[in-house]
């Protein structure tokens, strides 16, 4: 039942744009307060901040419970993330700065912490744009290794959370803490793998085949793997 | 050469003070049912019977500036004592006990001693001052301040020919400022300070009221200081103390962030802040579709003191 309830696809679609609702009703309510379009833009930047977070916390989530199919949740979030932070931006250079290019070149040339938060959204949209399967086709391993840069923009956007206040330091560390215990949690599985992987290793250049029929597939990993047991569990011999 | 004539506000481009009133007697009637705790009130409009309305103008050297609405300077207030929101001090800083007030007049003068509020004020003409007030974090707003200036005040107490600055001191009570007594972020009591001929100028004034009313509490009342050509940082609340000094004395902020924030804290689109750029502003109240507008040099007021900076390279000293 829990689960159930868990795997609610159009559910968690539905919440992700409820934050955007309530901007545009105290947007329409004039409830923004004195500084209207600063309110607009900072309430985008931390709801990117919180979805990029919720899109973190999800590995470590499936790894905990084991459940399967969490990959598209963290895709869903992903993506808020990216819509949010698009958002962000769209505030900062059109209701903020009017799109007047020459003023927005030097407000981020002189202010180092817009920097950090260029750098966070060219990640995010570099992750955002090779989203779909075909990309993820074409980039192969690379796709992989692309997606791991989440973690330099997460670094990069508590930097621009922080260094735009002038001294308040209580809620940039609140998303510190978070965002070290899900990065901690990482650390621990790679560590973990690391040492697992290193126990089976074995000593001799021996391979093992264990079944036949697949001989001709290991004949072709042989030259690759440098004695490591291959165990092949062939679905092909069941059907 | 130029010459400037100096067209008066248009009543019709400042806040309906009638609406100001309401205001203030919807806080007096909730104070007078104690649902804010404190029994005390009183602006010392009611103690000295100030005539806040019919207040003449004072100098200005600027084209008129329209007011930015009450309601935003009254809501939007960097009071880090109460709280480090802009919105929460207007209800925390209602607690704050502003009368009896008075003033300690100390250093290099020939008349020091603590002064009664109320004695220093009658000494004093006030005026409205309509000046922009710039803020450190980039944005702005045009208040109709009502004070007298410094310098009229200092002449009273007769400066001694040592005196080269003036240090003022907030008030230090942890009871009812919340920041203060958890030790949080500054080292209070809030410092700051001017150079002799910065707090001699005829635009640097003590403000006692805005808006054709007495000063609310979270913008300072009963008396703060207003430079309008400086970040809106140096126009310290609350003030309990003046000292002449010999020497420049430690600001707050400068302290706390020396490579962040200087003595001067001139307005200066030219020299940014470490983190982040003043070369533009967002103005408050000037609604969605409206853009930053470009910073001035010295905030507009370059005319009236660029003259107090002539020798001086502001990067260095900002």
């Known amino acids: 039942m829990l689960l159930r309830f868990l795997k609610l696809y159009p559910l968690y679609f539905s919440l992700c744009l409820l934050p955007l609702v309530g901007i545009v009703i105290d947007m329409i309510f004039d409830n923004l307060g004195a500084d209207p379009v600063q309110a607009l833009h900072i309430r985008l930047g931390d709801w990117s901040l919180r979805l990029l977070w919720l899109t973190l916390f999800i590995t470590p989530l499936q790894k905990i419970t084991q459940w399967r199919g969490m990959a598209q949740y963290r895709k869903l979030l992903g993506l808020y993330t990216f819509f949010y932070a698009s958002l962000h931006v769209i505030v900062y250079l059109w209701l903020d700065q009017g799109l007047a290019w020459a003023a927005i070149t030097t407000d981020i040339i002189e202010s180092s912490y817009i920097w950090f938060g260029v750098t966070a959204y060219l990640i995010i949209l570099a992750l955002a744009v090779t989203t779909p399967k075909a990309m993820v086709k074409l980039l192969g391993k690379n796709w992989k290794k692309l997606h791991r840069y989440i973690y330099i923009a997460s670094g990069a956007v508590i930097i621009h959370y922080y260094w735009q206040l002038k001294g308040n330091m209580a809620e940039p560390l609140f998303y510190l803490i978070i965002l070290s215990l899900l990065l901690l949690f990482r650390l621990a599985v790679w560590f973990k793998n690391r040492q697992f992987t290193k126990m089976m290793i074995p000593t001799t250049r021996k391979i093992r085949v264990v079944k036949a029929d697949a001989v001709r597939v290991d004949q072709t990993l042989a030259g690759r793997s440098k004695g490591i047991v291959i165990e092949e569990i062939d679905s092909d011999i069941e059907t | ?318």
């Open chain 2, 1 to 318: 050469m130029i010459i400037k004539t100096h067209k008066s506000i248009p009543s019709s481009e400042i806040t309906d003070p009638a609406v100001f009133k309401q205001r203030r007697q919807l806080i007096k009637a909730m104070l007078a049912l104690g649902i804010t705790g404190s029994g005390i009130y009183s602006g010392f409009a009611d103690a000295t019977v100030v005539n806040w309305q019919n207040v003449p103008k004072g100098y200005q050297p600027k084209a008129p500036l329209t007011a930015t609405s009450a309601d935003i300077a009254k809501n939007h207030t960097n009071y880090y004592e109460f709280s480090f929101n802009k919105t929460d001090s207007t209800t925390l800083a209602q607690v704050l006990p502003i009368d009896p007030w008075s003033v300690e007049i100390a250093g290099e003068v020939e008349q020091p001693g603590v002064y009664h509020l109320e004695d220093l004020l009658s000494q004093q003409t006030l005026q409205e001052y309509i000046y922009r007030f710039r803020c450190v974090e980039a944005w702005s707003m045009v208040v109709p301040w009502i004070g007298f200036p410094l310098a009229s005040l200092l002449k009273k107490v007769k400066p001694l020919s040592g005196a080269q600055f003036v240090q003022f001191t907030t008030l230090f009570d942890p009871k009812s400022m919340p920041n203060q007594a958890d030790n949080r972020m500054l080292e209070w009591p809030y410092v700051e300070g001017l150079r002799m001929d910065e707090a001699m100028h005829p635009l640097t004034i003590l403000a006692t009221g805005m808006y054709g009313d007495a000063l609310p509490k979270q913008n300072g009342a009963p008396l703060r200081l207003v430079v309008p050509w400086k970040y809106g940082f140096k126009s310290i609340k609350a003030i309990v103390k003046i000292e002449l000094l010999k020497r420049a004395p430690l600001s707050t902020w400068s302290k706390s962030a020396p490579n962040d924030y200087g003595f001067y804290a001139n307005v200066n689109p030219d020299v940014p802040h470490p983190r982040w750029s003043q070369s533009s502003e967002r103005v408050l109240g000037a609604g969605f579709f409206t853009p930053r507008r470009k910073t001035e040099l010295f905030n507009g007021y370059g005319d009236e003191v660029a003259g107090l900076y002539s020798n001086m390279d502001l990067r260095h000293f900002f």
